[in-house]
C-alpha cells in the first residue's frame, strides 16, 4: 500500500516550486486513479512480455516473479469449465492437472491441432497437450487421444485496486487531509516513485506547464533507467 497523503504532500510541493501552480484534490484525485490504471495495466503486459523472453526463469529475484508479487492480491488460479469457458478477468496461464502435477499448456493455432490429430505418424509422438483460443473467453485443448474437457484451469487476475481517494474537509476555504475518508493506492510500495512522476506528468498537462511536465518527463526516464540497471 503507498500512503496517498505522502504522495499528495510530495506532488504538491512539487508542484509549487518556483510556482509553478496548484493542484485541486478533485484534479490530484483524477490523476491518481488514472496514473494507478496505468501502472497496474503495465503489470499485465509486462508479465507477459517477461514470460515470452524468458520462459523458464521463475526464480526468487527475477522480473516474472517480482511482477507475480505485485499481482498477488488479485492473482487466483480459476478453473476452465468443461475445459472449455475461461473465467472473467484477465486470463494468463493455461494448466492442465495430470497425475496430480499442475502443467503448464503451450498455445498453438488451430491448424497445427489438426495436421497433428490427422497425421497418424505425428499422432504417435503427441503426448503433451496444448491449447488454441477458441473465441472470446474460449479455449479448446487437445492431445493425441483427442479434446480434453477435465482438470483445465488457468491464472486469472480477478478485479482492481480500487479508486484511490484522498480525503479531506475544507477549514478557512482551504482542504485539509481527512484520514478517515481516505482511500490510499492498494500498488506495491515500490511504486511511489512512479505514481508521483506520473500524476505530476498528467498536472503538467492539465495546468499546461510545460516545464512541469518535461521535470515529470525527465524523472521517469531516470527512474526507468535505474530500474533497468
Not at 496461464?93 to 489438426?114: A, C, M, Y
Amino acid at each position: 500500500m503507498i500512503n496517498i497523503d505522502t504522495v499528495y504532500q510530495t506532488v504538491q510541493a512539487l508542484a509549487n516550486k518556483e510556482q509553478r501552480g496548484y493542484i485541486t484534490p478533485q484534479e490530484f484525485n483524477l490523476f491518481a486513479n488514472q496514473a494507478q490504471d496505468d501502472i497496474f495495466e503495465q503489470y499485465l503486459y509486462d508479465l507477459e512480455a517477461f514470460r515470452m523472453q524468458r520462459p523458464m526463469q521463475h526464480q526468487l529475484g527475477d522480473s516474472v516473479t517480482h511482477i507475480m508479487q505485485k499481482l498477488e492480491t488479485w492473482y487466483q488460479i480459476g478453473v476452465v469449465s468443461n475445459g472449455e469457458i475461461l473465467p472473467e478477468g484477465n486470463i494468463g496461464e493455461i494448466f492442465l492437472n495430470q497425475g496430480g502435477i499442475r502443467r503448464t499448456l503451450k498455445r498453438i493455432d488451430p491448424d497445427s491441432v489438426q495436421d497433428l490429430i490427422k497425421s497418424r505418424f505425428h499422432r504417435i509422438g503427441f503426448d503433451d497437450a496444448v491449447y488454441f483460443d477458441d473465441g472470446h473467453k474460449r479455449i479448446q485443448v487437445w492431445d493425441g487421444n483427442g479434446k480434453i474437457t477435465n482438470n483445465v484451469s488457468c491464472e486469472v487476475i480477478k478485479g482492481r485496486p480500487s479508486f484511490p481517494y484522498w480525503g479531506y474537509v475544507i477549514v478557512n476555504e482551504k482542504p485539509v487531509y481527512n484520514p478517515t475518508a481516505t482511500n490510499h493506492f492498494e500498488l506495491d510500495r515500490s511504486e511511489q516513485t512512479d505514481v508521483i512522476i506520473k500524476i505530476l506528468k498528467l498536472a503538467g498537462v492539465s495546468i499546461e506547464d510545460q516545464q512541469l511536465f518535461a521535470a515529470a518527463q525527465g524523472e521517469e526516464s531516470l527512474n526507468i533507467q535505474q530500474e533497468s540497471k
